[in-house]
């Protein structure tokens, strides 16, 4: 161990922390992978099979050289580094994830290469890069192993049935997965795998085959420097299998020199180190360049075509699960490496499996956010996947170049121009953007090798060697012999290099040269100053890689350019932010989004919503008080870059699409660093070694002398140099942390703070004992819950206080789309926490396949019941809400019918999310749910035994958290389903107390609301219907039932008749009107008559509504819930006015200025909201505290009330007569004096008076008003107006002198209030101006 110390000082800045060899323990011989063994134990209990019988991992069906055998790690150097500590069962489970593979002379044996990632706790990763080969097992115990496993095997497959089947299909989905996985590295060709003789199931002979085992060299390095990882390792094979002999120096002198010997590049530099035959160079970017990413996103791009990598990236930004699937190890790592290196400045921040080993396969089921990897079967159909839950799924197919996306899925903004650009960077580098084509994967000697890891055919083989041919021709151009001695010549020439410089300086090219240099570009050897097809290849690789996340990151920088103007830093210090952390609001999201243009807010209101979001502003917090966090520091000096080149207003935001403008400059900056390399690392040297170990033996990869790679160079300058930096850090740490927090404290407050999806980062690859896969559930659970707790406050909290502003306090902070963001991410959590669990997959939705079981057992009960006379149901109804009204039955199943008759949704996913927000909007969703999941034998027969929905005290307090959202209106689903049919009920009550509550005449409806009206509906007299009340007293109404497509939330009704019959005279005391779906009852009070000759001579009505309010008893099972937001005219006001009895009170003449001030404001306020949010202009207008009544109140005070041969006067009597005097004065003449613009009001004011008079509609002397005020308002003429009535001499007769309207001071004051209302553009529903012409 003294040696571990003494390298320990340099180790932070070394290339390489391990280098580890995996593969087969002669020692112990073959022993099953007791991690399929144990999974298969899991699966067995779960289906009530005996567990021990699995438990063996003795697979008699499966042929020998298919099965998992348990690899070691054979040895590992040094033995231990104290920062970041060997993990031996991770590393051997990542180097070979699913054990060893044995293989024979006729199988293929190409060497492999992948990397693997391990993401410790605190979410800083370690990079493993593996090279795989096949090594001769020379071992006697071993082979006769194998061959008695395939006596035994060939026994039991001639007694079982030589016609059946490898294995029985099975129900459960992780089976399938199981058995995918064995045999995805299938060496043999798929024939006749049940066919009983040896060789026709690539089976083995001891006496005539050669078996061959599989072993990896690895390295684990703290930074991903991939293309120098894996030119080393390739060097390090090729050393021990090139017929030409030992390599130069011992093979340990080369590991030796890797792991203490090589320093880790400085940011902005290059370094150069040697391998066995030749040198490896690698590069680090600057400070202010994209951090380090050497993995080829070409290749990730040629795989899946741009279209596709941006729909996954955007999914990946959205938290979603992510699945990768591939045969190949490499190209999972490739895909996840690739976007996730995208994501900047922003990290994953959840579980990240990259290649998942077949014994994690129940990490599956996790019900967070994920990005894994799955390695496929050759030929496995993705039908026959059954994954545990599909609902927010982003399935990504590798080898066939597709990928499934989940529903409603908001697309990344301006994604066509992006795609553009993403594809001219792609060609310009000679690569397809359309995907489907497999990148040239180099194997490891530099022949392009088939990536599949399939059987060889003689066809395929064709195939490759003329694709290699190809190659070294067109790449290579291998050009005749005297034509390279030319170039030898030029290039080994100074003076002719300068002067070839110079030509080019002047303009003059030098055409010969350059096509000659352009021939030799791959192939010049290094001696000849020009770089090998590898060094070629991986700078190229590097310029597209910088360029691709340019183009990437480019973006960010534009959509967030002003991000910083909306964090809110509320905390004095760091400890106590980190204390209120879930408290505080960190970002100010309304004002963000609203500052947005209009076509990114579907994408930034869910991604702002997001883990890795948030842990982004925390970061930028927190750099208040420590160092900045690398990738925000880089980001940061990009935007501050670019407002320096770009000065733009914020509130010039504009959607237009910015290209990314400096792709050549950080192409250049890797070019310059890896053309001019900076560092060269200690040549690898002579070590001091025993004689005569670790001999010299073609084919084998030696056993390294322990003693010398475990112990580090005491006399190497280098890391006496990092040893005192070391000390300095050491020093300044010291310091630091008597000045800041204690770093344990602070890490335990920020994964607190952050533990939604990060306390399962990565799952622990080690101990998997079935207790802590019971752990790692039960954390889920508690997470679920967390979640649940954390989006309901949200929503709550968001809507509070929106509804509060509403109500006339504080400010809203809510948007349309923000509340639509976070009812999509509780719809999301639902599918989750149903899909936790389950036993069994059907469908894409869990939650759905639990209500359709739900409404099976139910249906059949209901038939039982229906057969058998005592019929109990579960299911409350509602009580009266409304005089008329049939109550509605509360059922989760009548809900569940409604969404099934939708036509428009066609999938379960769909149909599940809709079902939520009918729920939600209803105020039923917490008890819809408990009502479901109390059918308990349901859940134990759909659940396993640790899913969340069997956690009784979770189950319970998450149903509260749901509970609790009842407290506020939702209309989730009347505004999303705007196309859908809804029926409607619409019941018309007239005053009880007069005995002629009836009319003979024929009366019509039309509905409005937000979305559009019913059209005018007429209601057959035979509908009358008699309900009695509590105090059994007989009412008799009219109720109608209609149909019609989505009427939004509903606004007004006009009510009218035909005037026809003896008793054409109407009282109507209101109307009500229900969505029978959402059971959403409007009231729209009218308290007046319909008839010629009584009330103001109306036969129709425009009615403003009003929500009802639940009665309380009904409303107890559901939670509490907000005052209403707006009430619409009572009957008694309107009486109050019109009837010159003056029985209401009659208001002083500063409430009525209150009033209309207070009219005039709420117009002006409803103007400022998003568009989305206005609700209903018409309430404002004409409601019980809108403009028409706060006017009429107006012109009332001071009006002369006598009743003249009991005839009332309407304030319409005295517009009309003011009318008749200007028509009459203007024949006269008396108008002509008068100044051009007033004779045009006077006009305007005659015209739309005999407008409205001449109207069709019977609408009364108040509705034409009313009219007139709204169309006044519209048209910005009624300040105009108001000085032409109040000259007019009819005043003096019709108001006395104390009356308002006749006070100068205070009309000019009206006026100029009404003023005000210019600004905007006031619309008028087609039901108030229906039939008027202008």
């Known amino acids: 161990m003294s040696g571990s110390a003494s390298a320990s000082g340099a180790a932070p800045c070394r290339f390489a922390h391990y280098f580890v060899v995996c593969g087969i323990d002669t020692e112990t011989g073959l022993e099953p992978d007791e991690l399929a063994a144990l999974y298969q134990w899991l699966e067995a209990d779960l289906h009530g099979r005996d567990p021990d019988t699995a438990a063996t991992g003795e697979n008699f069906e499966q042929s020998p050289l298919k099965r998992t055998f348990k690899s070691k790690v054979l040895a590992h150097y040094p033995e231990n580094v ?172 080369y590991v030796h020199n890797i792991l203490y010997e090589v320093p880790l590049p400085p940011p902005g530099r290059s370094l150069k180190f040697h391998g066995v035959y030749e040198p490896v160079a690698c590069q680090r970017p600057g400070p202010g360049e994209l951090p380090l990413a050497e993995f080829p996103l070409g290749d990730a791009f040629s795989l899946l075509g741009a279209e596709n990598l941006v729909q996954l990236f955007t999914c990946t930004l959205l938290e979603m699960q992510i699945l990768l699937y591939s045969q190949d190890y490499h190209r999972l790592m490739t895909v996840a490496e690739g976007i996730t290196t995208l994501l900047f400045p922003f990290q994953w921040q959840h579980v990240y499996v990259p290649i998942l080993p077949a014994s994690l396969l129940h990490f599956l089921d996790a019900p967070v956010p994920y990005l894994m990897g799955l390695q496929s079967k050759e030929g496995t159909d993705r039908s026959k996947l059954e994954l545990p839950q599909e609902a927010n799924l982003c399935f990504v197919d590798i080898d066939n170049h597709c990928i499934e996306l989940p529903e409603d899925f908001p697309q990344f903004p301006n994604k ?128 597209l890689n910088v360029q691709l996340r340019e183009v990437f990151a480019s973006r960010f920088t534009t959509m967030f350019a002003d991000y910083e103007a909306f964090v809110i830093q509320s905390a004095p210090d760091l400890e106590s932010w980190l204390t209120n952390r879930e408290q505080m609001h960190n970002f100010d999201k309304a004002s963000f989004l609203s500052d947005q243009p209009e076509p990114y807010l579907p994408f930034l209101s869910h991604f702002i919503e997001t883990q890795m979001f948030a842990t982004f502003i925390d970061n930028k917090i927190m750099s208040q008080w420590e160092e900045k966090e690398p990738l925000l520091r880089v980001f940061d000096g990009r935007i501050d870059k670019a407002r320096l080149y770009n000065v733009r207003a914020p509130s010039l935001r504009s959607s237009n699409y910015q290209r990314c403008t400096i792709l050549r400059e950080s192409a250049q900056a890797i070019e310059q660093r890896l053309m001019k390399i900076d560092h060269t690392a200690i040549h690898p040297h002579l070590l001091d070694m025993k004689i005569g170990q670790g001999k010299y033996e073609q084919g084998f990869f030696p ?77 889920f659970v508690e997470g679920l819950l967390k979640e649940c707790r954390m989006k309901t406050k949200r929503m709550l909290v968001e809507k509070m206080g929106r509804e509060a502003v509403e109500l006339g306090h504080g400010e809203a902070n809510i948007t349309g789309l923000e509340e639509n963001t976070l009812i999509a991410s509780l719809c999301d959590l639902l599918e989750r926490i149903w899909s936790h669990g389950l036993q069994v997959k059907q469908g894409k939705s869990a939650l759905w396949s639990h209500l359709l079981h739900y409404q099976a057992r139910e249906e059949k009960l209901e038939q039982q019941q229906a057969e058998s006379p005592v019929s109990a149901g579960p299911e409350r109804r509602k009580s009266e809400s409304a005089i008329g009204m049939p109550s509605i039955r509360v059922s989760v199943i009548q809900d569940m019918r409604h969404i099934q008759s939708m036509s428009e949704i066609k999938t379960e996913v769909g149909r599940a999310r809709a079902w939520i927000r009918l729920s939600l909007e209803k105020k ?28 009784e005290e979770e189950k319970e307090q998450f149903l509260f958290h749901l509970l609790s959202l009842n407290a506020v209106d939702y209309f989730c689903f009347t505004s999303v389903f705007t196309t859908i049919m809804i029926p409607y009920r619409a019941v018309i009550i007239p005053i009880k107390k007069l005995s002629n509550a009836m009319t003979t005449s024929n009366p019509w409806v039309c509905v409005s609301g937000e979305l559009g009206d019913s059209g005018v509906m007429q209601i057959p007299k035979n509908v009358l219907e008699m309900t009695f009340d509590s105090a059994f007293r007989p009412h008799t109404h009219i109720s109608a039932m209609f149909k019609c497509q989505n009427l939004g939330k509903l606004t007004t009704v006009q009510l009218g008749h035909d005037n026809s019959g003896l008793l054409a005279k109407w009282l109507v005391d209101c109307v009500m009107v229900r969505n029978e779906i959402t059971g959403h009852t409007y009231k729209f009070p009218c308290g007046r008559w319909l008839g010629k000759g009584v009330d103001d001579g109306s036969l129709e009505r425009v009615l403003i509504g009003e929500l009802v309010v639940p009665s309380a008893e009904e409303d107890s099972g559901r939670g509490c819930r907000t005052p209403p937001l707006q009430r619409s005219p009572s009957q008694t006001r309107r009486i109050s006015i019109t009837s010159l009895t003056g029985r209401g009170y009659k208001p002083t003449s500063a409430q009525i200025q209150e009033a209309i001030g207070e009219a005039v404001n709420n117009i002006i306020k409803h103007f400022h909201k998003p568009e989305k949010e206005r609700g209903s202009l018409t ?36 517009v009309e007569k003011a009318v008749a005097y200007m028509e009459s004065a203007d024949q006269m003449g008396d108008l002509q004096e008068t100044a051009e613009p007033l004779g045009m009001t006077c006009q305007s004011l005659c015209r739309y008076v005999n407008a409205i008079n001449s109207t069709p509609r019977n609408i009364g002397k108040d509705g034409k008003f009313q009219l007139l005020v709204c169309l006044g308002a519209r048209d910005r003429l009624l300040p105009q107006w108001l000085p032409l009535l109040v000259e007019c001499p009819v005043i003096l007769r019709m108001y006395e002198d104390s009356a308002l309207l006749r006070d100068r001071s205070t009309v000019n004051a009206l006026i100029s209030v009404l003023e005000t209302l210019h600004d905007f553009p006031i619309t008028l529903e087609t039901s108030l101006v229906k039939g008027i012409d202008l």
């Not at 969703?925 to 035994?945: D, G, I, M, P, V």
Request: with cysteine; net charge positive.
């Open 416 to 543: 066509g121009e992006f795609i553009q650009e993403i594809s001219d960077v792609l060609l310009r580098f000679g690569l397809s953007p359309n995907g489907g084509v497999p990148p040239r994967t180099l194997t490891l000697t530099g022949a392009p090798a088939n990536p599949g890891s399939g059987p060889s055919t003689p066809g395929r083989q064709r195939k490759a060697a003329a694709l290699r041919e190809l190659e070294d021709d067109g790449r290579n151009g291998n050009l005749a012999g005297e034509e390279l001695a030319v170039l030898e010549l030029l290039q080994g020439n100074a003076t002719l290099e300068r002067l070839q410089a110079l030509a080019k300086r002047t303009g003059v090219t030098v055409a010969r040269v350059d096509a000659l240099r352009a021939g030799v570009k791959g192939q010049a050897p290094e001696g000849h100053g020009g770089r090998t097809a590898s060094e070629e290849e991986e700078l190229r690789n590097a310029k």
């Open 1179 to 1214: 309430i404002l207008l004409c409601g019980e505290s809108g403009l028409v009544g706060a006017l009429e109140q107006f012109f009332h005070n001071g009006f002369k009330s006598a009743r003249l041969f009991q005839k009332t006067v309407f304030v319409w009597d005295f």
């Open 703 to 779: 056993k390294l002398q322990a003693d010398v790679l475990n112990a580090g160079p005491t006399n190497n300058k280098w890391s006496h140099r990092t040893a005192t930096a070391q000390r300095r850090k050491d020093r300044h740490r010291q310091q630091t942390e008597h000045l800041t927090l204690d770093n344990d404290l602070k890490e335990r407050y920020m994964q607190e703070a952050r533990s939604l999806g990060k306390n399962l980062r990565q799952p622990k690859l080690s101990d998997l004992s079935p207790a802590v896969i019971a752990q790692t559930n039960w954390k």
């Open 924 to 951: 039923l969703l917490s008890q819809h749910l408990k009502q479901l999941l109390s059918r308990q034998a349901l859940t134990k027969k759909l659940y396993k035994r640790y899913a969340f929905l069997r956690c």
């Open 82 to 253: 104290e920062w970041n500590p060997f993990d031996q069962d991770a590393v051997n489970m990542l180097c070979m994830p699913k054990g060893l593979s044995f293989r024979t002379q006729a199988d293929q044996r190409e060497p492999r290469f992948h990397s693997f990632i391990i993401t410790k706790e605190d979410g800083s990763r370690t990079y493993g890069f593996v090279h795989t080969f096949y090594e001769e097992v020379t071992s006697p115990q071993i082979c006769s192993a194998m061959q008695t496993l395939y006596q035994m095997h060939n026994a039991e497959h001639v007694s079982a049935n030589p016609s059946s089947s490898s294995s029985s299909s099975s129900s459960s989905s992780m089976d399938s997965l199981a058995s995918s996985l064995d045999e995805a590295d299938s060496p043999s060709p798929p024939t006749s795998s049940s066919s009983s003789s040896s060789r026709g199931g690539g089976g083995y002979d001891a006496s005539r085959d050669t078996l061959y085992v599989s072993k990896a060299l690895c390295l684990i390095t703290p930074m991903p420097f991939m293309h120098a990882c894996r030119s080393f390792l390739s060097q390090l094979h090729r050393a021990v299998t090139d017929a030409s002999g030992p390599p130069p120096l011992p093979l340990e002198s």
